[in-house]
């Protein structure tokens, strides 16, 4: 600055200032424009009638888990659902607590989070949903290692999320008592065969539809083996998903269903070309209809 | 010019360069007294020496050197020394007050624009809007006073997405969304959670009841 007159530092003091601000209003911030809705939270846990060290608790989790990169809406919305609800502070504290937990451990906690705020819409008892979490914040820890090891092993991702995708695929199978030991095999299978992320994805997601759907885990991952041994891809497992499904809304029983599967899969019938065929304006894509009569719903 | 007088020339150097021993200066300038020629070369140059040291300093304009070495004929380089001149050359950087607030502004305008593009993205994912899907939803419920969907695609909310009774008992909604995989259910007056059952498929969803699910794509 030696040399420079009072008005040239003048002006290099007022360009610095406007460099600070400008870069400092484009950086994103860690409380930027998330803090209404983390107000909206506090100010309802203040209205509340918790007693003082109770809301401290809370307040000092919600924080927390906003620090550890929890969004700040989905902390707002476990709050005041809690509260809605009357959910006890220790409970909260016990939500916010293991998605932050679960983030520390760099696992993806987007299903902690939409587990923990669907059981409090359908007001699931707290202590169910806390335990629910905390079973899953654990599948997820053994299912990333599953994951890990398919991607050390060549596996190949089709886009950036696949990889949190088939963790919370892996952990949501694991929920429904399908052993890690299968997941891994069938992830190994498909690696074998140059498959990507996206149909291992898929493969386990098929298997945890089945499992949810009353078969048993040993019968749905059968299926879905001998499936990906006729080479079966993305839309072809989709197609035994809606295959399952429309049967079973015929109350076809289940050994039934797996029968016809089989055979279906023998005569190279299971696919979603066939399934269009069978289902007239209902292709695999456009959803199960319009609702058939007494039916109750679907998707246009 | 004669031998003699280049050498004497080279004696009067030296002697204004003070490099002369005492008996070399006596006998130069005893010869300087004999010699109008030699006392008009030596008072010459001695004028010449006054001159410069009386003179002002004049202080040479800013980059004069840049300038001047601007001037100088060029030799033509070769390829090879144009590229390394190009990448690892120094150049000397001219501003002033008004280029750098120029500079500025360009910059606090690059930067604002790059916020109002990376501002949406946080929230928008990666699908642009464009891309979304309507989807509508209905639900045959001629009986109930109000239904409404919460699923993923709302984060369960029971009162953000209601659905419209038609005349024949059937109740719709019609939602954007953006291709992907969603769980939902229909919430029928407020207080029953209800599995759509014309669903594409379905999901445990954890608790021990089923989800609906839905696979939107473009």
């Known amino acids: 600055m030696k040399g420079m007159g009072p008005m040239t530092k003048a002006v290099l003091a007022t360009l610095l200032l406007l460099f600070t601000a400008a870069f400092d209003a484009a950086a994103p911030s860690a409380w930027g424009g998330e803090g209404n809705q983390l107000d909206q939270a506090k100010a309802a846990v203040e209205r509340s009638a918790l007693p003082r060290e109770v809301k401290v608790g809370i307040l000092t989790s919600a924080e927390q888990a906003v620090a550890e990169g929890i969004p700040s809406e989905d902390v707002s919305i476990i709050i005041i659902r809690s509260l809605d609800r009357g959910v006890d502070g220790r409970h909260i504290e016990g939500f916010l607590e293991t998605a932050s937990k679960t983030k520390i451990q760099g696992l993806p906690v987007r299903l902690i989070l939409d587990r923990t705020e669907q059981g409090l819409a359908k007001g699931v008892p707290s202590e169910r949903i806390g335990t629910v979490t905390q079973r899953l914040s654990e599948h997820l820890a053994a299912a990333t290692s599953v994951v890990s090891r398919l991607e050390a092993s060549g596996m190949k991702a089709p886009n950036p999320r696949a990889s949190d995708d088939a963790i919370e695929n892996v952990a949501r199978a694991m929920e429904m008592s399908i052993p890690q030991n299968t997941l891994a095999k069938m992830g190994e299978k498909i690696r074998d065969r140059k498959g990507s992320l996206g149909l291992f994805n898929r493969a386990v997601d098929t298997t945890t539809t089945f499992a949810g759907s009353g078969m048993s885990a040993g019968q749905a991952s059968r299926l879905v083996q001998s499936a990906l041994d006729k080479g079966y891809s993305e839309q072809d497992l989709e197609a035994m998903e809606r295959y399952m499904a429309d049967e079973l809304r015929k109350n076809r029983p289940m050994n039934d269903v797996i029968s016809g599967m089989d055979s279906r899969m023998e005569r190279g019938e299971m696919t979603p070309e066939m399934q269009m065929q069978e289902r007239p304006g209902a292709g695999p894509m456009s959803g199960p209809g319009t609702g058939g009569m007494g039916g109750m719903g679907g998707r246009r | ?218």
């Open chain 2, 1 to 218: 010019m004669t031998d003699k007088q280049e050498q004497d020339r080279e004696i009067i150097h030296r002697l204004l360069d003070d490099d002369l021993d005492p008996e070399e200066k006596k006998l130069l300038l005893e010869r300087v007294e004999a010699d109008p020629a030699l006392r008009e070369e030596l008072e010459s140059m001695t004028g010449t020496i006054r001159l410069i040291e009386t003179s002002e300093r004049m202080q040479a304009p800013p980059f004069f050197t840049a300038e001047v070495m601007c001037r100088l004929p060029k030799k033509k380089p070769t390829t090879r020394a144009r590229i390394r001149e190009f990448l690892f050359g120094s150049r000397v950087l001219r501003w002033n007050v008004a280029t750098v607030a120029a500079a500025a502004l360009v910059a606090l305008v690059v930067v604002q624009v790059v916020r109002t593009q990376i501002t949406p993205l946080e929230t928008a994912a990666i699908v642009p809007r464009a891309q979304t899907v309507v989807v509508t939803m209905h639900l045959h419920a001629p009986k109930a006073h109000s239904i409404a969907v919460a699923g993923t695609f709302n984060k369960w909310d029971e009162r953000s997405h209601m659905l419209t009774k038609q005349e024949d008992g059937v109740w719709t909604i019609s939602i954007p969304l953006k291709p992907g995989e969603y769980s939902y259910m229909f919430i029928v007056d407020g207080k029953a959670w209800v599995t759509d059952p014309n669903a594409e498929t379905y999901r445990d969803d954890g608790f021990g009841n089923r989800n609906a699910v839905m696979r939107v794509t473009t």
